[in-house]
């Protein structure tokens, strides 16, 4: 199937937001935990089911790695949108207008998912979309900076988050987690990177007293494996890192030049991640330490180069298409996904029957029921031209 786009448009960009929006569909059916707890001793399933769940604490797996996939593809489209608004006669102020409206409707939109029915209660502000939201103005705010200051000032946000974590003073007495002490007992680090241990952390006790602000049903308390409230802040390093990549791929005119700088920033990243990770702090996501923004962005950078040089210097798309469709209308398939992908799954029920999801099987039929759904739900929206955008 032919793509009819812009000849312009960069359709590695599409091709893997939907990779990424499809990685979380599926791993929010939890099908690999599953079918890991119906055969514990298989090693396939096992590690299928540990690569699609959160480390507990220091380390990474690949689903933790679709978080700063979001926040660098959100960086790297910006240039592009910038640059097409400016065309089209808008001036500064109207672009800063659009970019205040869309971080509000972005919280928002995470804040309801998060909590649909409740009223807010039990509110949290680590949802994708909020973290997206509380970023993505603070990036916006550098793009008229050139790349050398772009970089210097992700750096220096980097910088005040260790400092803030490292002069926090460490404690005797850890904070009460929901699932219990003794898995907190066993994610301790000793000395010096003890001021990024589990239960004695800046963004642990911040939100201990920040989210017990708003109602709740009982007391906040973290959790294992959750993110924290403050993440936003280091975390815009990683869109400003997209943002600068996004400006190098629209001012680039050869694309092998495009594809050898981002995948060579990729790897220092992940090696200069991998050795801040053992001399100045460990590297967590769950508090978004400057050694996991590094880290994070060095796969973000090597998994997307990946997909420029085979789409875009190589000129293979037809494949494309299947990603496409879901990248082009990500904010869809989110949304569908977090608060109503499992509706599908009654009506295939209806249609081909109870028994065809029932047992091990069942499972994965499930799963790829939702799946398929949700990605239809993307072409159709595809075919009749679209485009869900904030």
Request: with cysteine; proline share 4%; glycine share 8%.
């Amino acid at each position: 199937m032919l793509i009819k786009m812009n000849p312009k448009r960069i359709i590695s960009i599409d091709a893997y937001r939907g990779f990424v929006m499809l990685a979380l569909v599926i791993g929010n059916t939890w099908v690999f935990r599953q079918l890991a707890k119906e055969f514990p001793n298989n090693k396939h399933w096992a590690f299928l089911s540990d690569q699609f769940s959160h480390v507990p604490w220091n380390g990474v797996s690949f689903w933790d790695l679709i978080q700063p996939s979001f926040l660098f593809l959100a960086g790297l489209s910006i240039p592009f949108s910038y640059s097409k608004r400016i065309e089209r006669g808008q001036t500064i102020t109207d672009l800063l207008g659009h970019a205040i409206y869309r971080s509000i409707v972005l919280i928002l939109l995470g804040l309801y998912i998060s909590s649909p029915f409740e009223h807010f209660k039990n509110i949290h502000f680590n949802n994708i979309l909020v973290q997206i939201g509380l970023t993505y103005i603070f990036a916006f705010l550098v793009v008229k900076n050139n790349p050398p200051t772009q970089l210097g000032i992700a750096l220096g946000i980097l910088t005040i988050c260790w400092g803030a974590f490292a002069l926090y003073p460490l404690s005797d007495h850890g904070l009460e987690y929901s699932t219990g002490s003794t898995q907190v007992n066993i994610l301790h680090f000793s000395g010096f990177f003890a001021h990024w241990n589990i239960d004695t952390n800046l963004a642990a006790s911040f939100d201990q007293w920040f989210l017990n602000l708003f109602p709740r049903e009982q007391p906040y308390r973290p959790s294992i494996g959750e993110t924290y409230t403050i993440n936003f802040i280091p975390s815009v390093a990683n869109m400003i890192f997209g943002l600068t990549a996004g400006e190098f791929l629209r001012t680039n005119k050869s694309q092998l030049r495009a594809f050898k700088y981002i995948a060579g920033s990729g790897f220092i990243c992940i090696l200069l991640g991998l050795l801040l990770g053992q001399m100045l702090c460990p590297i967590v996501k769950s508090i978004w330490t400057p050694s996991w923004a590094i880290y994070s962005t060095g796969w973000s950078l090597c998994l997307f180069s990946c997909f420029f040089w085979l789409i875009d210097v190589k000129g293979k798309r037809r494949w494309t298409f299947p990603l496409v469709v879901v990248g082009m209308n990500s904010i869809t398939i989110y949304c569908m996904s977090m608060t109503g992908g499992w509706w599908f799954l009654k009506y295939w029920k209806l249609f081909l029957g109870e028994g065809m999801f029932d047992g091990t099987d069942g499972l994965i039929w499930s799963a790829f029921a939702v799946v398929f759904s949700l990605w239809l739900v993307c072409v159709i929206l595809h075919r009749i031209r679209l485009f869900i955008r904030i």
